[in-house]
């Protein structure tokens, strides 16, 4: 992995997230961010050193110089990095990053009820 590339880990079955994941490519120009389908039949999460259970339950992201960091964190960093920072910013002020809280709980909710919504 290039110095500043991180892997993102998602769930591939889940259509919320492989549109997300599109969107996210789409506005990567530089390259940075790569994706690790957890639901491959080609994935081993021990590979680094994390379980199934433990990758499916919140969003992971492997930072470039080993750091994990997960759920809303993920997604700020990850909309820092394609040019999106402001969002990431916003999403950090005292009312609203209970409300990103929130919805990014939802989502989770929505991605495990119903994979193909």
């Known amino acids: 992995m290039k110095h500043g590339n991180i892997i993102v880990f998602y769930d ?14 789409r506005l990567d120009r530089k390259d940075c961010v790569h994706f ?9 999460a021990r590979v680094f050193d994390k379980t199934q259970k433990e990758l499916s339950a919140v969003t992971h992201c ?20 394609v040019g999106f920072g402001f969002v990431a910013r916003l999403t950090e002020l005292p ?11 939802l989502f989770c909710r929505l991605r495990l009820q119903d994979p193909a919504i």
Not at 36 to 44: T, V
Not at 95 to 105: D, F, G, N, Q, V
């Open 12 to 25: 591939g079955d889940s259509s919320l997230w492989r549109r997300r994941v599109q969107l996210l490519r």
């Open 36 to 44: 690790a389908n957890i639901k491959s039949r080609s994935f081993d």
């Open 62 to 81: 492997l930072l470039a110089d080993g750091t994990w960091i997960k759920g809303t964190d993920v997604l700020r960093h990850v909309y820092s990095l």
């Open 95 to 105: 009312l609203l990053r209970p409300a990103s809280e929130i919805c990014y709980r």
